[in-house]
């Protein structure tokens, strides 16, 4: 059995990306995702550094420093899009206007609860972001995150340990192991990776699962790691 990487994660998300979506990217693996946008796709990716209509990351021979994504990667601009300032970024988050944002995180609860920022991080303080904004406003949240901690911890939880981000937004959960959706019933796995059997899956996560009738194989093409 072996975990998806990053960039492999981030591109099993781009594939649930549908025509005509704003999407807004958050710091970390959630940027990769503009990198593996399935062709014929039009869409608008939102960055909250003021960035409306990313493109992928920039060759070497295009990188430009003052185009940035919210990771600082040198990036490239579609067709019809615009640079806005701070408030008028926020402005678009705070009215609405992004249909899916894709975070990481730290914890997630079976009521859709994300905890995706820890004061207690060592000289980091409490990076939160705009996290708070695009998680109580995008019209949907899906996560990346590895399914477990350094430790083995789990980051599915009955209820989140770590400060919450926003209550009930998560929708769907895509980790190095499994896609899962977000219900009233609590944790729906839709895809599992090839080596993992259920129990195994089960004891690795920190709340009940419940398998999808049509859970299929999680499977993604061969992808050098992320950074």
């Known amino acids: 059995m072996t975990p998806l990487n990053r960039r492999q994660m981030a591109w099993r998300a781009a594939q649930d990306i549908r025509d005509g979506m704003v ?3 958050g710091m970390g ?6 990198d593996y946008v399935p062709d014929g796709v039009d869409l608008f990716i939102h960055s909250e550094n003021g960035v409306v ?6 060759a070497a021979e295009r990188a430009d420093p003052d ?3 919210a990771s600082s990667r040198r990036i490239t601009l579609r067709p019809g899009a615009a640079i806005v300032d701070s408030s008028w970024s926020f402005a678009m988050i ?5 249909d899916v944002t894709i975070l990481g995180a730290f914890e997630v609860a079976k009521n859709g609860d994300l905890a995706n920022w820890d004061m207690r991080l060592p000289n980091k303080g409490p990076l939160v ?4 904004d ?3 406003c995008a019209r949907a949240v899906w996560v990346i995150m590895e399914h477990n901690t350094r430790s083995g911890g789990p980051r599915l939880l009955d209820a989140c340990n770590l400060p919450l981000t926003a209550v009930k937004c998560v929708r769907r959960i895509y980790t190095d192991v499994a896609v899962i959706e977000v219900t009233p019933a609590g944790f729906v796995v839709r895809e599992v990776i090839d080596g ?8 690795r996560s920190g709340a009940p699962l419940t398998f999808a009738n049509d859970c299929r194989p999680l499977i993604a093409p061969e992808l050098a790691d992320a950074e």
């Open 53 to 58: 209509g990313a493109g992928p990351l920039a």
């Open 134 to 136: 695009l998680a109580a």
């Open 23 to 25: 999407v807004n990217l």
């Open 67 to 69: 185009l940035v994504d």
């Open 196 to 203: 993992l059997d259920q129990a195994q899956l089960q004891k």
């Open 129 to 132: 972001g705009g996290a708070m």
């Open 29 to 34: 693996m959630p940027v990769h995702v503009a």
């Open 94 to 98: 705070r009215g609405g206007h992004i």
